[in-house]
């Protein structure tokens, strides 16, 4: 799946430098080089919906279309008892703040058990201590992974090795329905614990601006450290802080590549389709 998504990333990096030209089927294969045939079916098999399709949910149109109506579609959800679509229901995610002493002088007390994983959107390392897990963060090899914990936490002890809390994430993974709670340990302040327990709520598929997060939050003149906290979110993917983009329909920063972000945004639309037409 990795292997694949090296590919795809490929073309839809190409296709946001190239958005006004509109590339068709031909150019976009040729830049995996790959037959017009070959690549449709690669997607087909990545995405679920065909080359086409997936790129309308890149443009800036649907974005703003998404930005004008997300806020709605959230407050129903709320008011239903779910907080999002998506198979991570809120619920089933528990976040839990670091104390001082567990982080300070660089997580000096701390045990980190850490594995690497394939997914979807390329390699991950996954990081637990005994009450949870505190990294989920892609990485582009797995020499990438320790240096990319020791970031965090430099004086830790670390163990390449699985950990009970790994296997929660099994199931998100694998796109299936949590069987347990997922529990995250994080070290981060209340403001920031806020925004991430925020960003959970947004369905997947869906997508808010920064100033929308905000509102959601109670602090609408915060954007700038609303923005500032979804730039140092731990947990990638699972606290979807690639879900959140600029007003005006931009994708906007994100930690791990704007690449990977669009693959995320223009994957997880697909996932709540109920048809997946195959035509260019």
Not at 43 to 66: D, E, I, M, N, R
Not at 126 to 150: H, M, N, P, R, Y
Not at 153 to 169: D, G, I, K, N, V
Request: proline share 5%; hydrophobic share 40%; glycine share 6%.
């Amino acid at each position: 799946m990795n292997a694949h998504y090296q590919q795809i990333a490929h073309v839809i990096d190409y296709v946001l430098a190239h958005q006004h030209e509109q590339p068709d089927l031909a150019t976009l294969a040729a830049q995996v080089h790959l037959s017009p045939y070959h690549f449709q079916r690669l997607f087909q098999t990545w995405a679920g919906v065909s080359p086409k399709k997936f790129l309308q949910y890149l443009t800036l149109q649907h974005a703003k279309a998404q930005l004008a109506i997300g806020a709605s579609q959230l407050d129903t959800a709320l008011a239903v008892g779910l907080s999002s679509s998506s198979r991570l229901h809120d619920l089933f995610v528990n976040i839990e703040g670091m104390t001082p002493a567990e982080y300070r002088n660089g997580g000096q007390d701390l045990t980190v058990d850490y594995i690497t994983h394939s997914t979807a959107f390329g390699d991950v390392v996954v990081a637990a201590t005994a009450k949870g897990i505190c990294a989920l963060q892609f990485i582009e090899s797995s020499t990438d992974a320790l240096t990319t914990l020791q970031a965090q936490f430099p004086a830790a002890t670390y163990r390449q090795q699985p950990h009970p809390h790994h296997q929660a994430l099994m199931a998100f993974f694998e796109h299936a329905s949590p069987t347990t709670p997922i529990h995250l340990h994080l070290k981060g302040t209340p403001f920031q614990l806020k925004v991430w327990e925020a960003l959970l709520r947004i369905p997947e598929g869906q997508r808010q601006s920064y100033q929308q997060l905000a509102n959601r939050i109670e602090q609408p003149r915060a954007v700038r450290a609303v923005g500032t906290a979804i730039g140092q979110n731990p947990i990638a993917w699972l606290i979807p802080c690639h879900r959140v983009i600029q007003s005006r329909g931009l994708l906007g920063g994100y930690r791990w590549g704007l690449t990977r972000k669009a693959c995320l945004l223009g994957w997880e639309a697909a996932q709540q389709l109920d048809d997946h037409p195959t035509d260019l």
